[in-house]
C-alpha cells in the first residue's frame, strides 16, 4: 500500500483522554500501520505511526519551517524501542514509508542486554550506533556512584530544570555521538529512524537537533518533543516488560517520566545563548558546512519558484 500518513491540523491542545471533534479520544492508539492519535498544539502538523510492536513513533514530515516550507514526509522518523516490532510493522516501514537507516542512541550495555532486534536481519537496513550517553560499565557500586556523580552534574549545568541539564550533558559527554546521529540521517538516502529506548531524552534532543538546523520554528520543536507525552503509559508498559529497563522505571510514577515542553524550550534556549545556535555548535563539534546542507536538504521541502 502507498504511505499517506494522516496527518492532522489541531486547533488547540487537549489533555490526554478528553474529547476531541466528533467525540473521539484524541490519544488512543489506533489501527497498527496507521497514522493514529493527533494532539500536539496549536498550529503544529504531526503524523503518529501506530505499530504493534512500538508505540511512539512519528513521521517528522509536514513541520514548518522558517522560510515558510515544510518539512518532507517519509524522510526522519522517531521511535521508542524496535524490539518488538511484528512483520506487519517491518512490512510497512520498509514497503511503504522507505526505511532505510536506524539511528540507534542506545547504550552499548542495552545493545547487549537486549539482544537482536528485527530490522537487524532485514537486507537493505542500514544500522548505525551513536550512543549518545557514557558507558558505565557492569560494576554495580562503580555504576551507582557514576549515575549519583552525573545527577549532580545535570543539576549543577541548569539547576531550575535538571532534565534540561542532562540533555546539554550529551553534549558535552558526548559531541563526536550526538554529530554522528546527525551525519547518519543526513548521509543516506531513504527515511531515517532514530531511536532509544522510550523515544524520549536521547532521541527528542537528537531529533530537535536536526529539526532545528533544517529550519523547523522552535515551538513546532516543543510541541513535537512534547508530544511523546501522549504516549507516557504506553511507553512504560512496553518498557517495564523488559529487564533491561523495568526495574529503573519502577520506583517512579508516570508523571515523572513525562515530557514537559518547557525542558525542551529551555534546551533550545541555552543552544542559542552557550553556543550561539544549533548549526554553530555541530560545525564547531565536527560537521561539515556540505553535511549541514545536505541534512537540511534531505528534511526540507523545497519552495516553489
Given at each position: 500500500?502507498?504511505?499517506?500518513?494522516?496527518?492532522?491540523?489541531?486547533g488547540?491542545?487537549?489533555?490526554?483522554?478528553?474529547?476531541?471533534?466528533?467525540?473521539?479520544?484524541?490519544?488512543?492508539?489506533?489501527?497498527?500501520?496507521?497514522?493514529?492519535?493527533?494532539?500536539?498544539?496549536?498550529?503544529?502538523?504531526m503524523?503518529?505511526?501506530?505499530?504493534e510492536?512500538?508505540?511512539?513513533v512519528?513521521?517528522?514530515?509536514?513541520?514548518?519551517?522558517?522560510?515558510?516550507g515544510?518539512?518532507?514526509?517519509?524522510?526522519l522518523?522517531?521511535?521508542?524501542?524496535?524490539?518488538?516490532?511484528?512483520?506487519?510493522?517491518?512490512?510497512?516501514?520498509?514497503?511503504?514509508?522507505?526505511?532505510?537507516?536506524?539511528?540507534?542512541?542506545?547504550?552499548?550495555?542495552?545493545?547487549?542486554?537486549?539482544g537482536?532486534?528485527?530490522?537487524?536481519?532485514?537486507?537493505?537496513?542500514?544500522?548505525?550506533?551513536?550512543?549518545?550517553?557514557?558507558?558505565?560499565?557492569?560494576?554495580?557500586?562503580?555504576?551507582?556512584?557514576?549515575?549519583?556523580?552525573?545527577?549532580?552534574?545535570?543539576?549543577?549545568?541548569?539547576?531550575?530544570?535538571?532534565?534540561?541539564?542532562?540533555?546539554?550533558?550529551?553534549?558535552?559527554?558526548?559531541?563526536?555521538?550526538?554529530?554522528?546521529?546527525?551525519?547518519?540521517?543526513?548521509?543516506?538516502?531513504?527515511?531515517?529512524?532514530?531511536?532509544?529506548?522510550?523515544g524520549?531524552?536521547?532521541?527528542?534532543?537528537?531529533?530537535?537537533?536536526?529539526?532545528?538546523?533544517?529550519?523547523?520554528?522552535?515551538?513546532?520543536?516543543?510541541?513535537?518533543?512534547?508530544a511523546?507525552?501522549?504516549?507516557?503509559?504506553?511507553?512504560?508498559?512496553?518498557?517495564?516488560?523488559?529487564?533491561?529497563?523495568?526495574?529503573?522505571?519502577?520506583?517512579?510514577?508516570?508523571?515523572?517520566?513525562?515530557a514537559?515542553?518547557?525542558?525542551?524550550?529551555?534546551?533550545?534556549?541555552?543552544?542559542?545563548?552557550?553556543?550561539?545556535?544549533?548549526?554553530?555548535?555541530?560545525?564547531?563539534?565536527?560537521?561539515?558546512?556540505?553535511?549541514?546542507?545536505?541534512l537540511?536538504?534531505?528534511?526540507?521541502?523545497?519552495?516553489?519558484?
Open positions: 500500500m502507498p504511505y499517506f500518513p494522516v496527518i492532522a491540523l489541531i488547540k491542545s487537549r489533555r490526554p483522554g478528553e474529547q476531541g471533534a466528533a467525540g473521539k479520544r484524541p490519544d488512543k492508539p489506533g489501527k497498527p500501520g496507521s497514522a493514529g492519535p493527533r494532539r500536539v498544539c496549536k498550529g503544529v502538523l503524523a503518529w505511526i501506530d505499530l510492536g512500538a508505540v511512539n512519528r513521521d517528522l514530515g509536514g513541520l514548518p519551517t522558517d522560510d515558510g515544510a518539512t518532507v514526509t517519509g524522510r522518523l522517531r521511535a521508542d524501542n524496535l524490539q518488538e516490532l511484528s512483520p506487519s510493522d517491518i512490512r510497512h516501514l520498509i514497503g511503504d514509508i522507505g526505511l532505510r537507516t536506524v539511528v540507534d542512541l542506545r547504550s552499548a550495555a542495552e545493545l547487549a542486554s537486549e537482536p532486534a528485527p530490522l537487524d536481519a532485514v537486507p537493505g537496513v542500514r544500522h548505525v550506533h551513536h550512543p549518545v550517553i557514557p558507558e558505565l560499565g557492569s560494576a554495580t557500586d562503580a555504576v551507582a556512584e557514576a549515575l549519583l556523580l552525573k545527577q549532580d552534574r545535570d543539576r549543577s549545568r541548569f539547576p531550575s530544570d535538571p532534565t534540561c541539564g542532562h540533555y546539554l550533558g550529551y553534549l558535552e559527554d558526548r559531541p563526536d555521538q550526538v554529530v554522528g546521529a546527525l551525519r547518519s540521517i543526513a548521509r543516506y538516502d531513504g527515511a531515517a529512524v532514530v531511536h532509544c529506548a522510550a524520549k531524552d536521547r532521541t527528542g534532543v537528537v531529533v530537535a537537533l536536526a529539526l532545528t538546523a533544517a529550519g523547523v520554528l522552535p515551538e513546532t520543536v516543543v510541541a513535537d518533543y512534547a511523546t507525552g501522549e504516549r507516557t503509559e504506553a511507553i512504560l508498559n512496553r518498557l517495564c516488560r523488559s529487564p533491561t529497563y523495568a526495574r529503573d522505571l519502577d520506583s517512579l510514577p508516570a508523571e515523572a517520566h513525562r514537559r515542553p518547557e525542558t525542551m524550550a529551555a534546551f533550545l534556549q541555552q543552544m542559542e545563548s552557550r553556543y550561539g545556535g544549533v548549526s554553530s555548535w555541530l560545525t564547531e563539534h565536527g560537521l561539515r558546512a556540505e553535511e549541514l546542507d545536505l537540511r536538504a534531505k528534511l526540507r521541502r523545497p519552495i516553489p519558484a
